[in-house]
């Protein structure tokens, strides 16, 4: 759902309790749309997310690690200097909207206390953060929206902060008198269902709790408001009021094992179709809803220039192999030109130069049937002979090379198919970094320029993971790193896993010299499942073998290894088990 004014404020509940009254430690931007406020308080530190991303935008608790740039951006800079170090006095949201302001104590240039605010706007598309003075002007926005006329109210530096207008003709759910109500009824004629009447009329509540009021008031969500706009009135100032007292309770919506929305209350409009199960916290709530899309998301737009390089190259390796398989597919007729030479060459005393054609038996035939053979009649008979085998060999030759070709293709499309996987599971810029590295030293990506080569981090290293009995499992993020573990880093007696004809992460098992237990076999083969194109399989069959049988065939792509003396596991892939050894850091 979008986070309506009732479950922000019902989130802003718990971040109030663990920021209010501490200090702003640190403060990044690990993306475009997002503020990271790391905070020290004396109940402990918090960590607290600003989101203007407009499909997301939000405040929370965080416990989610996330990746920052190597170079902070201006905003991120700007905040760093008039808040690092200063105290949060108070969040504040104004009644059914959706607006957080963070009052900060700071310090201004002559060393006296004055309060600036860190105004967050979670308005979908209009989503924005908005530095603001002690004076109420504008330091500096996420998004500066132009001064023009077509702006009805523009975000620059220097301008009076305005609050965003309210939305005209609309009541607040949490103020509604007599008049309203009795103006609400006269208003209720016809057949609109009540959900719809609701989001007409009402300020601040999204279309999930529109429905939900709905249902409580007449069973089902799509009801005309004509058969009780009283009971649907008493029944959305009842959900309101209890939300206003804090009966909060982080709800997240499951369909067919998919989390597909959220809420601070129980949903119950879905039926048994949908369960709402309930979590420890809101930040839990939001950090599992969200992660996941955000992750893919970004991944998606800071690897969108190799992503791009790499599917062209997939495409052109697919036509290229497809005509071949064509031309291939073309030579399987060469042995009717070996016969017709061998025929020729056995009637050259029945033939004449200038000859159009060659009736003859065919004594390759069981029957003798007679065969017509076309000539060319500027030619002599041993000329046409020659020509005939001249294909013949033509076409053997080529099915040699094709043969070779296409299974060369085979195994670059493979390597293509499994770069464009490991970008798929990357979690941030290192990963990505270390993906175009290997793009680079593959020849599919220019080298940049000497600068940005300057300014490039250290690498990931591979997942770490512990075993129910307490061995370490390794799993590889990229082609790189796939090919440290198997062939640098793990021992002979150590175990490899990798899906069959799957593409995946290389898992090792370490075993310390011993033989390992069925359950870290049982778990690591489940890691490789988990961590491949087939995920959202069931049944993946997964081979393991001890790490001496894996050998990468010199001159061959990244990543890629041959394995003999293996055994087959099929196993479920398990994204519980994956979160519950993953070892935290």
């Given at each position: 759902m979008a986070m309506d004014a009732l479950c922000l404020s019902a989130v802003l509940r718990e971040v109030d309790q663990a920021a209010t009254g501490g200090r702003i430690d640190k403060i990044y931007q690990p993306s475009r749309d997002e503020i990271l406020l790391q905070v020290r308080g004396t109940a402990g530190a918090c960590r607290v997310l600003l989101s203007a991303n407009p499909a997301r935008p939000r405040i929370q608790l965080t416990e989610l690690p996330r990746e920052n740039p190597a170079e902070p951006p201006m905003f991120c800079m700007l905040l760093r200097k008039y808040l690092t170090g200063e105290k949060i006095l108070s969040l504040r949201q104004p009644p059914m909207e959706r607006l957080v302001e963070m009052v900060v104590e700071a310090t201004n240039e002559m060393g006296d206390k004055v309060e600036r605010r860190l105004v967050l706007e979670a308005m979908g598309r209009r989503a924005n953060l908005v530095l603001l003075d002690g004076e109420n002007r504008i330091v500096d926005c996420l998004r500066r929206v132009g001064g023009d006329l077509t702006q009805s109210r523009p975000l620059l530096p220097g301008m009076f902060y305005q609050l965003p207008p309210a939305q005209a003709g609309k009541y607040r759910p949490d103020a509604l008198d007599e008049e309203s109500r009795r103006e609400l009824v006269e208003s209720s004629k016809g057949d609109t269902p009540a959900d719809r009447f609701l989001l007409d009329h009402f300020a601040g509540i999204s279309p999930l709790v529109a429905r939900e009021a709905a249902f409580e008031a007449f069973g089902e969500v799509d009801a005309p408001v004509e058969r009780g706009?009283?009971?649907?009135?008493?029944?959305?100032?009842?959900?309101?009021?209890?939300?206003?007292?804090?009966?909060?309770?982080?709800?997240?919506?499951?369909?067919?094992?998919?989390?597909?929305?959220?809420?601070?209350?129980?949903?119950?409009?879905?039926?048994?179709?949908?369960?709402?199960?309930?979590?420890?916290?809101f930040s839990a709530l939001l950090d599992g809803f969200y992660h996941a899309k955000e992750t893919a998301e970004q991944v998606r737009q800071k690897g969108q220039d190799f992503i791009k390089s790499l599917t062209h190259a997939r495409d052109r390796l697919a036509r290229k192999m497809a005509l071949q398989e064509k031309e291939l597919e073309g030579t399987k007729d060469r042995e009717h030109d070996r016969m017709c030479g061998d025929l020729i060459t056995a009637n050259l005393y029945r033939m004449e130069k200038g000859s159009r054609r060659l009736v003859t038996e065919n004594f390759y035939d069981p029957e003798c049937r007679e065969i017509e053979i076309p000539l060319d009649p500027l030619k002599t008979p041993q000329q046409n002979a020659a020509r005939y085998y001249k294909a013949y060999t033509k076409a053997k030759r080529a099915e040699e090379m094709l043969t070779i070709q296409l299974e060369k293709g085979r195994e670059e499309m493979a390597y293509l198919e499994s770069v464009l996987d490991s970008i798929s599971r990357a979690e941030g810029d290192r990963d990505l970094e270390e993906i175009r590295q290997e793009l680079v030293s593959t020849g599919y990506l220019r080298r940049r320029g000497k600068a940005k080569e300057r300014m490039k981090r250290p690498g990931t290293k591979p997942m770490e993971f512990r075993s129910s009995s307490g061995l370490r499992i390794s799993v590889g993020r990229n082609n790189l790193q796939n090919d440290q573990l198997t062939t640098k880093q793990a021992g002979k007696w150590d175990y490899w896993f990798h899906t069959q004809k799957i593409h995946g992460s290389h898992v090792i098992l370490w075993t310390e010299g011993e033989e390992p237990d069925e359950t870290s076999l049982q778990e690591a083969a489940q890691l490789a499942a988990w961590f491949s194109q087939g995920r959202e399989g069931k049944k993946i069959p997964v081979d393991y073998t001890p790490v001496k049988y894996v050998k990468k065939p010199a001159g061959s792509r990244p990543g890629m290894v041959i394995y003999t003396t293996y055994q087959t596991a099929y196993v479920d892939p398990d994204e519980q088990l994956a979160e519950r050894l993953k070892i935290k850091k």
């Open positions: 706009v009283e009971t649907l009135l008493d029944k959305l100032t009842a959900l309101v009021e209890k939300a206003a007292a804090g009966e909060n309770q982080p709800t997240l919506l499951m369909r067919e094992g998919q989390p597909v929305d959220f809420s601070f209350r129980p949903i119950l409009q879905y039926g048994p179709t949908t369960e709402s199960v309930e979590k420890e916290s």
